[in-house]
């Protein structure tokens, strides 16, 4: 089950309906209750809600805290090129404003990447392809002048460049919720609704407004959470800020 192809507002809708469907056919299974004799305790009603509240609490944290871990690698990859614009200034011409253009043009393309301007493979392949040449220009420099401490220091700077990359691509577009924890929060989410209309059924009367406020509140939480595990969309985007000024300031250059 992956849910990586829907927008957010569908999945919204989509779980409203969902919980309002699974409702319905538990009242209608608690009205039957003496031809076909359900009965569902409010134990086992609790006992399950609890399960899905603990469901609910453990994939919020996680992508809460993904969430989070996207937004410091964010600044902590503006200071590495900052860091590796700077030390380049040691270089000689023509590398120096080589690997400084190279590194201009990796902010852009960045910046595009998290605006969604560029689609993320084409945007991971142009990175990749510039790290590359900066590579190969930082390799120059220090076979022209071996021993040479600037070199060194921008190898090191250039290699954080690098892995922070990594780093972000995996957190940002690789680690995210898994689909068994999606199947198993909708699992637990139809069978909750399911069994707390069969106690609704079994009562005398029945408040259609509480059941609305339960659906959205449940699907509320469902659309947070896929919102946090999604970096660039819905209300909670990690911020680029660190990046945009650093554009910002390259370009003035």
């Known amino acids: ?3 990586d192809g829907l927008p957010i507002w569908a999945i919204l809708l989509a779980t409203i309906g969902l919980v309002l469907l699974f409702l319905e056919i538990g009242v209608r299974l608690g009205r039957r209750r003496k031809g ?4 569902v305790s409010g134990a086992m009603v ?11 609490a453990f994939t919020f944290n996680g992508a809460a805290g993904r969430h989070s871990a996207r937004k410091a690698l964010v600044i902590q990859e503006a200071n590495a090129i900052r860091t590796t614009w700077l030390r380049a200034g040691f270089l000689a011409e023509p590398i120096r404003d080589d690997i400084r253009g190279l590194l201009r043009d990796y902010v852009d393309v960045r910046v595009q990447a998290a605006a969604g301007e560029v689609e993320l493979p084409e945007a991971l392949r142009r990175s990749e392809a510039q790290q590359d040449q900066m590579w190969a220009l930082t390799l120059e420099a220090g076979r022209q002048d071996q021993g040479s401490i600037p070199a060194g220091l921008l190898t090191s700077s250039l290699n954080e460049v690098i892995n922070l990359h990594l780093e972000r691509v995996t957190v940002g577009a690789r680690n995210r919720v898994p689909p068994t924890i999606w199947a198993a929060l909708y699992l637990l989410l139809a069978v909750s609704m399911l069994m707390m209309g069969i106690q609704v059924g079994l009562s005398a009367a029945r ?5 609305l406020a339960l659906a959205v509140a449940f699907s509320g939480v469902l659309f947070l959470i896929v919102d946090l595990d999604r970096p660039q969309e819905g209300l909670v985007n990690v911020s680029q800020q660190a990046l945009l000024e ?3 300031r390259l370009n003035a250059r």
């Open 1 to 3: 089950m992956t849910v």
């Open 246 to 248: 650093l554009q910002t």
């Open 46 to 56: 609790g006992a399950t809600m609890g399960l899905l509240a603990f469901m609910l």
């Open 207 to 211: 408040n259609l407004s509480i059941e």
């Open 36 to 39: 076909g004799k359900v009965e």
